[in-house]
């Protein structure tokens, strides 16, 4: 369940906006985000953690973790003048053990979810992304309570309505 976090974030957010947060995080998924792969700054780490980004604007350094394939957890984080100020964690991965076993599926899967991600609206930047995205036989769902402060969602996709990846997503301001 979701706490109110109002007194914390007035403390911790006198000085900048979420409307400054939100711009910044639109901005910089565009340009440096899982969605945006092979546009970006990849780095692989020695444990396969792959570090998308950074990609900074004035105060503000947005980067990107994430480890595994078929399945995957990871992080975003936006800092301002080098202070946590906003953060995405993630959790979860394919379901359906026909596309697991398939490296070519299993991309297939990614970059419809690719498509969908990129889809997200400007206005909700914290969720992954659209309410429902369909191509074909592939349906993108995203379930998300909250605000940008705080929030948890739950994103699905199915395949002709049998689900094959979930992921769970939750975080807020610092």
């Known amino acids: 369940m979701l706490k109110?976090?109002?007194?914390?974030?007035?403390?911790?957010?006198?000085?900048m906006s979420l409307e400054e947060i939100k711009a910044f995080l639109n901005e910089a998924e565009a340009k440096c985000s899982y969605a945006t792969q092979g546009e970006v700054n990849e780095t692989v780490l020695a444990d396969n953690t792959r570090v998308l980004g950074p990609y900074t604007k004035d105060q503000f350094t947005y980067i990107d973790k994430y480890k595994g394939f078929a399945w995957f957890s990871g992080r975003e984080e936006v800092t301002k003048n080098g202070k946590l100020?906003?953060?995405?964690?993630?959790?979860?991965?394919?379901t359906d053990e026909k596309i697991k076993a398939s490296k070519k599926a299993g991309k297939d899967l990614y970059?419809?979810?690719?498509?969908?991600?990129?889809?997200?609206p400007n206005e909700t930047p914290w969720r992954r992304g659209p309410d429902t995205f369909k191509e074909g036989e592939l349906e993108f769902i995203d379930d998300c309570t909250g605000d940008m402060s705080e929030f948890k969602g739950r994103?699905?996709?199915?395949?002709?309505?049998?689900?094959?990846?979930?992921?769970?997503?939750?975080?807020g301001t610092d």
């Open 111 to 120: 970059e419809f979810l690719k498509s969908a991600l990129r889809a997200c």
């Open 155 to 171: 994103e699905t996709i199915t395949l002709n309505g049998k689900e094959v990846y979930y992921m769970d997503y939750w975080g």
């Open 85 to 94: 100020v906003w953060h995405r964690e993630y959790d979860g991965g394919i």
């Open 4 to 15: 109110n976090k109002s007194f914390k974030y007035e403390k911790r957010m006198k000085n």
